[in-house]
């Protein structure tokens, strides 16, 4: 089975097993959460579902709106019944690294106003410990603090911060959707890693956003595997 298909099991059970009629739900933003939103939108037709559906991104919003869902935003529904994430890496019990996609700042937002976070990726994403296959952590960051902020941590806890590039996409460095830039620190853990402190640290440092260490906030994840099947974790 190809990782795009087992995305989109992994999705499609998450939505299945979670979503019922007048919902508030966080929508996620990277690759994955697609086929979830993909499946909301059937099931809004099939069962005449009514739900508000609240964006992580700028490419959240584009994926609400194409499938005909309808948008809503925190100021009008600050509490969340479900969001539906996806991961870059998520360990044994269900901390994640997110940010891959450079979202990490309203997902992170989102994800603290819901009631539940469910996580859905593919098999790859599953892990012992974070940092044991993805191995940096985004941090968004104020642009101007990106080099006192890269020295800080290095000097606290090792690695290599790298400051995110547009490549062939934009000339200089990636701009999230809130304006600012992320660094991707390239740090190796062990299963003994106190990631929570780690992220508590980092988070006082002055121009620090926020991480892409989701601790102690999902409440579950679904993982597609290669034979077809879904591997739950909660
Ligand atoms: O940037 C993010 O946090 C995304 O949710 C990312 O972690 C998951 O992206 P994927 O679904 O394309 O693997």
Same mark, same amino acid.
């Given at each position: 089975?190809?990782?795009?298909?087992?995305?989109?099991?992994?999705?499609?059970?998450?939505?299945?097993?979670?979503? !019922?009629?007048?919902?508030?739900?966080?929508?996620?933003?990277?690759?994955?959460?697609? #086929? &979830?939103? *993909?499946?909301?939108?059937?099931?809004?037709?099939? /069962?005449?579902?009514?739900?508000?559906?609240?964006?992580?991104?700028? *490419?959240?919003? *584009?994926?609400?709106?194409?499938? %005909?869902? @309808?948008?809503?935003?925190?100021?009008?529904?600050? !509490?969340?019944?479900?969001?539906? $994430?996806?991961?870059?890496?998520?360990?044994? /019990?269900?901390?994640?690294?997110? %940010?891959? %996609?450079?979202?990490?700042? *309203?997902?992170?937002?989102? =994800?603290?106003? =819901?009631?539940?976070?469910?996580?859905?990726?593919?098999?790859?994403?599953?892990?012992? #410990?974070?940092? /044991?296959?993805?191995?940096?952590?985004?941090?968004?960051?104020?642009?101007? =603090?990106?080099?006192?902020?890269?020295?800080? @941590?290095?000097?606290?806890? &090792?690695? $290599?911060?790298?400051?995110?590039? &547009? %490549?062939?996409?934009?000339?200089?460095?990636?701009?999230?959707?809130?304006?600012?830039?992320?660094? $991707?620190?390239?740090?190796?853990?062990?299963?003994?890693?106190?990631?929570?402190?780690?992220?508590?640290?980092?988070?006082?440092?002055?121009?620090?956003?926020? !991480?892409?260490?989701?601790?102690?906030?999902?409440?579950? =994840?679904?993982?597609?595997?290669?034979?077809?099947?879904?591997?739950?974790?909660?």
């Amino acid at each position: 089975m190809s990782l795009e298909m087992a995305k989109k099991i992994a999705a499609y059970k998450a939505v299945d097993d979670h979503i !019922t009629d007048n919902l508030v739900v966080g929508i996620g933003s990277g690759s994955t959460i697609v #086929y &979830g939103v *993909q499946r909301l939108a059937e099931r809004v037709i099939s /069962e005449n579902l009514n739900l508000i559906c609240i964006p992580t991104s700028f *490419q959240a919003k *584009q994926l609400i709106l194409d499938n %005909g869902l @309808i948008l809503g935003e925190l100021d009008r529904n600050p !509490t969340i019944d479900v969001a539906i $994430d996806g991961a870059d890496e998520c360990d044994v /019990e269900l901390n994640c690294i997110k %940010g891959g %996609g450079g979202c990490l700042l *309203q997902e992170k937002i989102v =994800a603290s106003c =819901a009631k539940t976070l469910i996580i859905v990726a593919d098999h790859t994403k599953n892990s012992e #410990y974070l940092t /044991e296959k993805y191995k940096k952590i985004p941090i968004e960051v104020t642009p101007i =603090a990106y080099i006192p902020i890269k020295n800080r @941590i290095e000097s606290l806890f &090792g690695g $290599d911060l790298k400051l995110r590039m &547009g %490549g062939s996409a934009k000339a200089g460095p990636i701009v999230t959707d809130n304006g600012n830039f992320i660094l $991707d620190w390239f740090f190796d853990g062990s299963p003994t890693t106190d990631f929570d402190g780690i992220n508590r640290e980092i988070m006082m440092i002055p121009g620090v956003v926020d !991480t892409g260490l989701f601790i102690g906030m999902a409440k579950k =994840a679904y993982f597609g595997m290669p034979d077809g099947s879904v591997i739950e974790k909660e």
